[in-house]
C-alpha cells in the first residue's frame, strides 16, 4: 500500500550536515506517522525519530535530540531528517518506515514493530 524511497545519504566530515529524505507513494492518507530509524553494523535498529501525519510534533531519541530534526511536506508525501553536528557515531544505514497503527502516546511509535512499511535505506557515514 506504501512505497518509501530514501535519499540522501553520503559520506561528511564529523561536525557536517545531511539532509535526508524519504518519498512515499501509494494509500498515503493511511499513514499515522513516519519514522526515522538506523542500524549499525552489529547493532540493532534504533528509533531516531518521528512525525505524525497529523499535528506534526515531532519526537527525537535522545542521541540525536538537539542535532536532528525530522519535518514533512504532506504536498510532496516527503518527509525530512536533517541532521547536524553529525558524529562519526551517526554511522549507519538510515531507514524510513510508515505506520499505519494508531496509538495515542507518541512513543508508541519509537518502537520499529508500529511500522508497516520500510524502505531500502540510505548509508550515511561519518568520518572523523
Known amino acids: 500500500q506504501v512505497q518509501l524511497v530514501e535519499s540522501g545519504g553520503g559520506l561528511v566530515q564529523a561536525g557536517g550536515s545531511l539532509r535526508l529524505s524519504c518519498a512515499a507513494s501509494?494509500?498515503?492518507?493511511?499513514?499515522?506517522?513516519v519514522g526515522w530509524f538506523r542500524q549499525a553494523p552489529g547493532n540493532v535498529r534504533e528509533f531516531v525519530a518521528t512525525i505524525r501525519s497529523i499535528g506534526g510534533r515531532p519526537y527525537y531519541s535522545d542521541s540525536v535530540k538537539g542535532r536532528f530534526t525530522i519535518s514533512r511536506d504532506n504536498a510532496k508525501n516527503t518527509v525530512y531528517l536533517q541532521m547536524n553536528s553529525l558524529k562519526p557515531e551517526d554511522t549507519a544505514v538510515y531507514y524510513c518506515?510508515?505506520?499505519?497503527?494508531?496509538?495515542?502516546?507518541?512513543?508508541?511509535?519509537?518502537?520499529?514493530?508500529?511500522?508497516?512499511?520500510w524502505g531500502q535505506g540510505t548509508q550515511v557515514t561519518v568520518s572523523s
Open positions: 518506515a510508515t505506520s499505519l497503527e494508531y496509538a495515542s502516546n507518541i512513543d508508541a511509535y519509537t518502537g520499529a514493530t508500529m511500522y508497516n512499511y
Open positions: 501509494g494509500r498515503t492518507a493511511n499513514i499515522y506517522a
